[in-house]
């Protein structure tokens, strides 16, 4: 896969993809990530990329020229699956969305800022708006680094037999059961017979009523979906 990361602060992104799985995924050539910063596409002498707002209000709007320009020059290269814009008033980002976005080949990401991008720049150019939740923050950026980390690790050859993706919570609209390692008893709390009895059968069933449990606890609207 492919990503190119339209942004006002590159340097900022950097290092999440320079550690952690993102970075193995990189290094085995499973994942290409490119940043563009937008002020290389901004020729006046301060490199705006924002402008005050038309019909007044609070907050900048980011400008289309400069991103107009970096978007047509990416799509004159390749193909794009989807050109992803992070706003807070996108999609919600969930487990189904990034199970079938982490089979593409190349997405373009763009991070807003301030008040966010001239309306025209969604008309034009971007297929999919997504939000990482109900808040807002001071860019895409980190949102965008939130997707790309749900994204490659679940891209094939990512992760090893014993941190396969497949059971996750959420991926089969569950919470993941409760988890234990040696010792086998810590100041009096023992980890439940079940998981040393060698029973895979048995294991396997304790470990689904929990996550159901667990579900049924925590996320009920999952059980109802
Ligand atoms: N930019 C600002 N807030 C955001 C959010 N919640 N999700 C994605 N991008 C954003």
Redesign the pocket.
């Known amino acids: 896969m492919r990503i190119d990361i339209i942004t006002v602060l590159p340097e900022l992104m950097r290092s999440p993809f320079e550690g952690s799985i993102m970075k193995r995924a990189i290094e085995k050539g499973l994942v290409e990530v490119h940043f563009h910063n937008l002020r290389d596409y901004a020729y006046d002498k301060r490199r705006s990329i924002d402008d005050y707002q038309f019909g007044g209000g609070a907050g900048m709007v980011m400008m289309i020229q400069p991103i107009d320009e970096c978007i047509t020059k990416l799509k004159s290269e390749r193909d794009y699956d989807e050109i992803i814009y ?3 008033d ?1 999609e919600t ?1 969930n487990q189904p969305m990034a199970n079938k976005m982490s089979l593409y080949e190349n997405i373009i990401i763009l ?2 800022h301030y008040k ?1 991008v001239d309306q025209r720049v969604r008309d034009l150019h971007i297929t999919k708006e ?11 950026e ?3 680094i ?2 790309c980390d749900a994204l490659i690790r679940l891209i094939p050859g990512v992760l090893s037999d014993e941190t396969s993706a497949l059971t996750d919570s959420f991926q089969d609209n569950l919470l993941s059961p409760p988890i234990y390692t040696r010792p086998a008893e810590y100041k009096g709390m023992k980890v439940p017979d079940v998981l040393l009895s060698g029973h895979f059968a048995n294991i396997e069933k304790w470990r689904e009523e929990k996550a159901y449990e667990h579900t049924k606890n925590r996320r009920p609207d999952l059980l109802e979906e």
Request: proline share 4%; charged share 5%; with cysteine.
């Open positions: 992070m706003t807070p996108g980002l991070c807003g966010g997504i939000s990482i939740g109900d808040y807002v923050l001071s860019g895409g980190i949102g965008a939130v997707f």
